[in-house]
């Protein structure tokens, strides 16, 4: 293994001084030799589970990953930090595709990202079955199984090819959505032998949600719109049509606005998606076709157009808000038109064509219970989390103090009388169109001093152009604001900041140390504007 601990690898190549709920648990299982299956939300850091071990384990870790776009944000950040890693997809020409290949042999690469289609092929059996595979990591290993939301064939291969392979390699599986029945099926399908399980929850405190009873989309759309007004933000729309025409209805406002769907060719959908990356646009319209992995941390709302199919697509489509851990909100404009669109899509699916009439049958059953149990969703008086959080088995409080129907009940009773019954919430300053917060909780992190902010904003989207990142790649927002915050003037307060690791450091540090100085030799800074960050040292 790596002579690093895990502790200096989460450090120094990704800036971090602890890890978050479930990562280190997950991580002593691999490392120990053991088999995991990982359940934890969307932005709870799934992908460092792998990436750590991956740098501790002597041999090649493989990320199989039906995301292609996930992979190259993630063969990106790798690269930033120093880590030699790469992707195998549909999206290289043959010619890349077998350079990537002839690299991979010649062991260049820690970490390989493959789509499942990919692993029979002859050219990527002949790689693999001579290379040294210490770790094979599934990612959205919901996918394996028929009873998940997002079931593909191409799954089912990953069991061939894992015992095609000279020696069975460690074998981690990860999703953010699995009811208990999906659960036990990808343990029975991928063989996982006696693994350690780790849920942590599916609660994402710093979200928001809110449904819409509305017959005037358009209308409520413009509202919310301006309520987010120059924050990042997703719109999703159930078919392709209502794409194109949320679209033009924005375009032709004059805001700043991409497009995502199945009907658009590969060259656009990749340039598309890369100019909402890269901040050239603020605002994608997508259908759900815009799926899994997009890794853009600072998205501040998700807005769907119209009800999606299940409650498994809405938390995984609604996650997608708020990957940093700051405040971001979640709407669903509802009509009941959304119920009979989703009732045809169950009725006429044609990617399990290939089923036998009883498992078409069963598949059919599932589908039309979970979009009955999203209607409900949509119809609740009661809290929207604690709906969310039952439906995938999870205990929760009758009352999160931050959903629609908590904000209403709030507002129409006595609030005097509403907060000394419940003295932990309070109203927050940070956000008039957001009143109520638990204390404590899910409020926007905010700069110490805001014009540095802004400035470092700058650095950091220049930066990331010439390096052509998405400039979360460079430093996130998050880590921007502490710096901007604790005001760090050395190289050993820089390491200090959270996100801020060894290789960042070395590329970027002195540039964003300069920039610090600079502001701080032109401003007379309170010393209660500059806050003492205590570090932590492994």
């Known amino acids: 293994m790596n002579g690093q601990n895990k502790y200096e690898i989460l450090k120094s190549y990704f800036g971090y001084d602890s890890f978050r709920d479930g ?7 691999l490392l120990e030799g053991r088999d995991v299956f990982g359940i934890m939300p969307t932005g709870a850091g799934k992908s460092l589970c792998y990436q750590v071990p991956a740098l501790m384990f002597e041999g090649i870790t493989l990320v199989i990953s039906p995301l292609i776009s996930l992979m190259k944000d ?95 390699p460690i074998v981690g599986a990860f999703t953010a959505t699995a009811t208990k029945e999906v659960r036990d099926d990808v343990m029975r399908i991928l063989k996982l032998r006696e693994p350690k399980i780790v849920t942590t929850g599916f609660d994402r405190k710093n979200l928001s949600f809110f449904v819409k009873h ?20 997703i719109i999703y729309c159930i078919t392709r049509k209502l794409v194109e025409e949320v679209y033009d209805l924005l375009s032709e406002r004059g805001l700043d606005v991409s497009k995502y769907h199945a009907g658009l060719s590969d060259e656009e959908r990749r340039r598309n998606q890369e100019e ?7 605002i994608m319209v997508a259908t759900n076709a815009f799926g899994m992995g997009i890794d853009k941390p600072d998205v501040r709302f998700v807005i769907h157009y119209n009800m999606p199919k299940n409650m498994e697509s809405y938390y995984q489509e609604a996650g997608r808000a708020g990957r940093d851990g700051e405040k971001a909100d979640c709407y669903l404009l509802y009509s009941p038109q959304d119920v009979h669109t989703n009732r045809f899509f169950i009725e006429n699916n044609r990617e399990n064509e290939g089923l036998s009439e009883t498992e078409l049958a069963n598949v059919m059953e599932k589908d039309r219970e979970r979009l009955k149990q999203m209607t409900f969703y949509c119809h609740t008086k009661y809290c929207y989390r604690k709906f969310m959080l039952n439906y995938f088995g999870e205990k929760a409080d009758s009352f999160c ?31 008039a169109k957001r009143p109520l917060v638990k204390a404590g909780e899910g409020v926007r992190i905010a700069s110490g001093n805001p014009e540095l902010y802004d400035r470092l904003r700058l650095l950091r989207n220049s930066l990331a ?36 690791g ?33 570090k932590i040292n492994f």
């Open 214 to 233: 509305t017959k005037d989309k358009k209308t409520e759309l413009f509202k919310l719109l301006r309520e987010h007004y120059d924050e990042s933000g």
């Open 74 to 168: 993630q063969v990106a950040a790798l690269n930033q930090v120093g880590v030699y890693a790469a992707y195998l997809n549909s999206s290289l020409t043959q010619g890349q595709y077998f350079k990537a290949l002839d690299f991979a042999k010649k062991g260049k690469y820690k970490i390989i990202y493959a789509a499942p289609e990919r692993l029979l092929t002859e050219s990527f059996l002949d790689f693999a079955v001579h290379a040294d595979i210490s770790f094979i990591s599934v990612d959205e290993v919901h996918c394996v199984s028929q009873w998940g939301q997002d079931f593909r064939p191409s799954y089912l291969k990953i069991v061939e090819f894992v015992e095609r392979l000279p020696k069975r």
């Open 401 to 431: 103090g931050s959903c629609g129907n908590c904000m209403r009940q709030l507002e129409a009773e006595n609030h005097q009388e509403k907060l000394d019954r419940h003295p932990e919430y309070a109203y927050s300053a940070a956000s």
């Open 502 to 534: 060894q290789t960042k450091y070395e590329k970027f540090g002195e540039a964003f140390l300069d920039e610090i100085r600079q502001y701080k030799s032109s401003h007379d800074v309170p010393q209660d504007k500059v806050k003492a960050k205590s």
């Open 276 to 282: 909402f990356t890269y901040d050239k646009t603020h």
């Open 23 to 29: 990562q280190e648990s997950l991580i002593d299982g």
């Open 465 to 500: 152009k010439e390096l052509q990142v998405p400039a979360y790649v460079v430093f996130t927002d998050k880590t921007l604001k502490e710096m901007s915050t604790y005001l760090p003037l050395t190289r050993d307060e820089m390491l200090g900041i959270s996100g801020v």
